[in-house]
């Protein structure tokens, strides 16, 4: 049996270690290490995911912890500048920039429910998991997948923040005041 080794990004949203991610960044690991951009590290342990969503929820045990803010779902629109923060190829942590292309996006088949963000910042693999960002830096989605190849090219998507708070309450009902800061 050989073992393999994947990258992927998450988000920090709350200073008790809790991480948002994909469940694709996740789906079979047997084991968890974030590494984080100071350098720390730390084994991950997963609360629980949404395999229909395609979120999944971490935690980790370190300090000084910094969480993402979250922005205004009713406030972002299509020209919307959006930066998309992940670790491509696992060349480390980069950020790239476009707009929003388009909102509610679905029928695209990547997910059971669908309702994207679409944007031309490129997201490539090791970025899903990601923030994807307005320009005050707050967040507004979780990117999880682009069309590249087959005609296409810089089309990506990110799950909307208003699913991601929903889908993480849930899953972390359980630790008390979970809350998006």
Known sequence: RTLKTSLGSGVIMQTNGIIVTNFHVIKDALKIKVLLHDGRESPADVIGWDEEIDLAILQINLNSLTAIRSGDPNKASVGDIVLAIG???????????????AIGINGLRLNVLENFIQTDAAINEGSSGGALVDITGKLIGINTA?????????????????????????IVANIDKFMIT
């Open 87 to 101: 670790n491509p190829r696992g060349i480390g942590q980069a950020v790239t920039q476009g707009i929003i292309s």
């Open 146 to 170: 682009s069309l590249n190849g087959n005609g296409a090219s810089g089309i990506g998507f990110a799950i909307p923040i208003e699913t991601v708070r929903f889908v993480a309450e849930k």
